[in-house]
DNA sequence: TTGTGATTCGAACGAACGTTCGACTCAGGA
DNA sequence: TCCTGAGTCGAACGTTCGTTCGAATCACAA
């Protein structure tokens, strides 16, 4: 029985990983609200009422996308960033996590970035904490790179909420097979906003990531 | 007959401009498919059916708003683009235009950011013609720039879309009353972009727009 | 073999959806 | 006065929605 239990709530969140992955999916393609529970219901395999055993209502589904989403983003952020303490690296380092994450994982991310105020109640404050929490990071480091004197005057909302726009607003028009990848467009939107915040005199300083390096020529061919 | 039909037709059109103004507002409140046309009968004070008697769907509805405010913005941008020819210059009436366009008409600006792959058939593609021609615009307008050997080696089409990004992800979190207007948000953004954008020499060159000469206090009280 | 709890699903619920229809009002021309 | 057509709407259409329920199936301990 206790070793019966493991391996079933194993397998009852793999099958749930598995609802969601497919959720995502529909909402992605047709939006929160045009997205019936019968479209999960097909795209999963799972009978419409199965559905029901795993996950208590259609709020609860997009829910847990979104909550998973944000915790993992977020703890990888911080993760990445531990090691690291000049500023425009960390700047660096939170486009980089930020469209890694984007590109590898794009439905939960356009689920993510579309439907921001469909939830209600708790679901709507959990979510909007780690939200929080996660803009708040960015914040901080950006008042570092200004603490350490190198930007120009700027509105710090206004300078860190433009660059989630640069970086958000990837899924409406990325395509993977003509656009370049996460390491090459974490470079240049990383260096855009440097370039667009900082005083003029160490924007010359950066040098790419180490995964980017070796893409440069494709970045170079994408120039025109 | 012929001055009571135009008076007529004005008051029809009077009427179905108040009904758009009210759809779209149900639309950026509830999104497309949250939203039910009784949700705009009770919002526009029209029945039920007679909504029927001006527009012949709810699709419909969503085109009409959509290609009207295209139609707005890129008519007054060729407007304003009309007697300038330097290319930094026109990228920042291009900001300007669409920024002043986007906070004066919040709701019509959420719902073209927002419901962008709804529409099907032929409002469909009428709708993305527009839109394309919009993005060719700002394209020109960047390669000019770039032509003229004051930008980075930099993909055009990541850096234009970079920078509507910035823009377009504004009725995310803009707030009327704590954030800056048009004229502030616009210079910020432009400048942000440029310094961006450029080698980092002409960057210092680009003065306030004479609008937001006055508003530069507010800015600064903004810088915090 | 029997019993039990976890898992699955067909069928149905009431509510809400977009749209249609026929009847009504009413101002203006004949 | 009667007629016409634009404008308006209550009531209903058939469909789809999110959710529920009870029965069936399954693996496994006793």
Redesign the pocket.
């Known amino acids: ?1 206790p070793r ?1 239990a493991t391996s ?1 709530s194993r ?2 969140s793999r ?1 749930l990983e598995m609802i969601l992955r497919h959720s995502a999916h529909v909402f992605a393609e047709k939006g929160y609200e045009g ?5 999960i219901s097909r795209a999963s395999g ?5 559905l ?2 795993y996950v ?4 609860k589904l997009l829910y847990l996308i979104q909550i998973h989403t944000f915790r993992t983003i977020l703890s990888r952020l911080q993760h990445d960033l531990r090691s690291i303490s000049d500023p425009a690296a960390r700047l660096r380092i939170l486009v980089h996590n930020h469209l890694e994450y984007f590109l590898r994982h794009p439905m939960e991310m356009k689920v993510l970035a579309r439907e921001d105020d469909v939830l209600a109640g708790g679901y709507r404050k959990e979510v909007a904490e780690i939200k929080r929490r996660y803009y708040g990071t960015a914040l901080e480091i950006f008042e570092h790179l200004r603490r350490s004197g190198q930007t120009r005057r700027l509105n710090p909302r206004i300078a860190v909420l433009s660059l989630f726009g640069m970086m958000n607003w990837i899924h409406t028009w990325h395509r993977p097979w003509v656009d370049p990848q996460a390491e090459v467009l974490s470079d240049v939107m990383s260096q855009m906003f440097l370039h667009g915040v900082m005083n003029g005199h160490q924007a010359e300083s950066q040098k790419p990531s180490r995964a980017a390096r070796g893409a440069l020529k494709v970045a170079a061919r994408a120039v025109g």
């Not at 997205?35 to 479209?39: P, Y």
């Open positions: 029985m019966a079933d397998m009852v099958k997205a019936s529970i019968r479209d799972v009978s419409l009422s199965g029901y055993y208590e209502s259609k709020q």
